[in-house]
């Protein structure tokens, strides 16, 4: 068993807490008196687990699959399963469109920033959970803080993010002809059903209630079964 201690981001829009990560971009370290008390780097975990506390909404974005990644990125894809901990009234996230478009409507409408007219807004309560396909448009919604299982990628291209401006007060970058070529507007987000949330060839993750009645997701991947804590993110890992 090795218990983590969480590597901590801060961004524009909020905080996401990488639980479980072996990626460059963020390692987490295993905790004094556990099995391993350094980083797990050596351990080559193909997934990152994190906790994603939007205080604001995040860009309109996607993810490539993993032959594009690789050939452009040198890293994995990203698909990636998010579970609702906690929810505003009134949250939402985006998760696709409310109908095809062509390559060409779709570049007009990113150049001249109508595309939330044709996305799709999704109300969300906690204890929802979707499976996001890579190549899926999607954004999270203000107010939502969602626990998140992920390919260990750091690939994210942003194709609509408000006008917002970084801490030099620039625009923040968008990634808009690489988006354009992993986007796929057909792709719906699928909806999962309690206690199976994700059943993919990169992991498998369930809902669990435990004895003492605290909520974890267990996540299968490879030789390791990952541990979340719902309520707080906490994440244990175990070999199988």
């Not at 901590?8 to 807490?17: F, N």
């Not at 996001?132 to 260990?152: D, F, N, R, T, W």
């Not at 719906?188 to 990169?202: G, S």
Request: hydrophobic letters at 30%; aromatic letters at 6%.
């Amino acid at each position: 068993m090795i218990k983590l201690n969480p590597v901590i981001k801060e961004y524009i829009w909020g905080t996401e807490t990488w639980e479980v990560s072996t990626h460059p971009d963020g390692i987490t370290q295993g905790t004094q008196g556990t099995q391993g008390d350094r980083s797990l780097v050596s351990c080559d975990i193909p997934i990152i687990i994190k906790t994603i506390d939007a205080r604001d909404k995040l860009s309109l974005q996607v993810h490539p699959n993993d032959e594009y990644a690789l050939k452009h990125e040198n890293q994995s894809g990203k698909n990636e399963m998010w579970y609702i901990a906690e929810a505003k009234p009134g949250a939402e996230l985006i998760l696709g469109f409310k109908e095809p478009l062509s390559r060409d409507e779709l570049k007009h409408r990113i150049e001249n920033n109508t595309i939330l007219d044709k996305v799709r807004h999704v109300p969300v309560k906690a204890g929802d959970s979707y499976c996001i396909p890579a190549g899926m448009l999607h954004a999270i919604g203000k107010g939502i803080k969602i626990i998140e299982v992920q390919q260990s990628s750091n690939v994210t291209y942003r194709v609509y993010d408000y006008d917002r401006r970084d801490s030099n007060g620039n625009p923040r970058e968008l990634h808009i002809d690489k988006a354009l070529d992993v986007l796929d507007t057909t792709i719906e987000a699928i909806k999962a059903n309690p206690p199976k949330l994700a059943d993919w060839k990169y992991f498998n993750c369930e809902l669990l209630t435990t004895d003492d009645g605290t909520t974890k997701l267990r996540t299968v991947t490879e030789n390791i079964e990952c541990l979340t804590s719902v309520e707080t993110g906490e994440t244990i890992i175990n070999p199988l």
